[in-house]
């Protein structure tokens, strides 16, 4: 594993960039400042851990000594922490020469972009991190400080660009900058950005509409709603074997109504699951019937786990005062409403300015989103991006750039296999392999 880590480092050409940007050894001992770094990015790929982790455990019981070349020297903990406080000052310099490279070896693509954030949290006070602020935790810890990661990569998977952010940055207000940094950096040219609902205004909208920029977006449901007679209309066009969809061109957009059955029955399971564990919490309540306090703490616990199946319940609560029996505490299940949202399941609508395309073509960008989402997951759980350990703002960053260079050693191993014909010469694998 550490040298397919070592291999991919030089198939990507990372050894010469970083030898030219980082300069060459160190002061005290003869280790260049790029042995450094790929000992932290393959250690974050293969088995990722904290910096002194690195330093007193991992390092000697793995191969890098020998592959590197080096003692323990390449492993010094101050080292490691020196070499972090070096990166990000090539971090756009990395960028343009990744997907030149990505380009030469896979011949990759990046005229169709997708775009996501996530965030990710910090443990300790983070107190000397400016970026570290409270926000939406997409992690679900509300309770520690966090930094917004805007992240941009092509449906194939290689990344174009990330972005760090405050913690409380909202969705809507990043991408008109983030559309202004990709154009400084690569130039204008015809790129279709496909984003998911919560990220454009309708101001950014009509801004790439009208220098020409392409969107493919998803749009709220209650736009089916408020155009409910025009879609009725429409006839259906299947354009896959459990997809079909309907065409509405308006005002230089086209709304796409699609209609997924896989899509369907997964939104309806997920809900029967929630709908069946939150009645079974009720009856449950009704049959031991507790203080109407205690009863009341435990009904938000259970809204709080069923989620939006919440709403599909019509609960009556005994008034302040009142005793809890049967005749006080009743629930049902609301099945007009619940026929009613079944209806509307696996039904979702995009948006484009992309007038002329051909509806199955928009679809199957739209749904390449899940590479993003698979992207995300490999970075915070895989490669250990979460949660952040360091204390300084420009270590927080370092940390996400490796963990962001070892996502590039994964993507290029990834596709190389894909391709079945490795990039890498079968004469230089270890006779043990």
């Given amino acids: 594993d550490c040298w397919l880590g070592c291999e ?135 309770d520690c400080r966090q930094v917004v990661i805007a992240l941009v990569i092509t449906p194939e998977g290689f990344p174009l660009a990330y972005e760090v952010m405050a913690g409380n940055t909202q969705d809507r207000t990043t991408l008109r900058e983030f559309l202004k940094k990709i154009e400084e950096t690569y130039g204008q040219a015809r790129r279709v950005w496909v984003m998911d609902r919560g990220i454009p205004t309708e101001e950014v909208l009509a801004e790439m509409r009208e220098c020409g920029t392409a969107y493919l977006v998803g749009a709220p449901r209650g736009k089916i709603q408020q155009q409910e007679k025009k879609w009725l209309e429409l006839p259906w066009r299947k354009v896959r074997e459990s997809v079909e969809v309907k065409l509405l061109a308006e005002e230089g957009e086209l709304y796409v109504l699609a209609k997924s059955e896989g899509r369907q029955a997964k939104e309806q399971a997920i809900r029967r699951r929630k709908l069946v564990g939150l009645l079974r919490k009720l009856r449950a309540m009704r049959r031991s019937l507790p203080e109407r306090d205690k009863l009341l703490m435990r009904i938000g616990a259970a809204k709080k786990e069923a989620g939006r199946a919440w709403w599909f319940v019509r609960i009556q609560l005994p008034e302040e005062g009142e005793d809890v029996s049967r005749e006080t505490f009743t629930f049902a299940v609301n099945k007009e409403k619940l026929k009613k949202a079944e209806l509307r399941d696996g039904h979702y609508l995009l948006r484009s300015n992309l007038v002329g395309e051909d509806p199955a073509v928009l679809w199957e960008r739209y749904v390449q989103l899940t590479q993003i989402e698979a992207a995300f997951r490999e970075l915070k759980s895989d490669l250990g991006l979460r949660p952040i350990h360091h204390q300084l703002g420009h270590r927080v960053e370092a940390h996400i750039l490796v963990a962001f260079l070892a996502y590039c050693l994964s993507v290029t191993d990834r596709k190389s296999t894909s391709l079945n014909s490795s990039p890498i010469p079968l004469s230089r694998m270890p006779s043990s392999a």
């Fill in 8 to 142: 991919l480092w030089r198939q990507l050409g990372l050894e010469e960039f970083w030898d030219q940007r980082l300069g060459g050894e160190t002061k005290r001992e003869q280790v260049r400042w790029e042995k450094v770094l790929r000992l932290l990015v393959v250690n974050r790929l293969i088995d990722p851990g904290s910096e002194f982790r690195l330093h007193r455990q991992w390092f000697d019981r793995s191969a890098m000594g020998e592959l590197l070349g080096e003692d323990f020297a390449v492993a010094g903990k101050d080292r490691l922490y020196r070499c972090l406080d070096r990166l990000l000052a090539h971090q756009q310099e990395l960028f343009v020469y990744l997907r030149r490279r990505w380009q030469d070896l896979f011949g990759a693509q990046f005229d169709v972009l997708l775009y996501d954030l996530t965030s990710t949290y910090i443990e300790g006070e983070g107190a000397q991190i400016p970026k570290a602020k409270h926000g939406y935790s997409r992690d679900h810890r509300f």
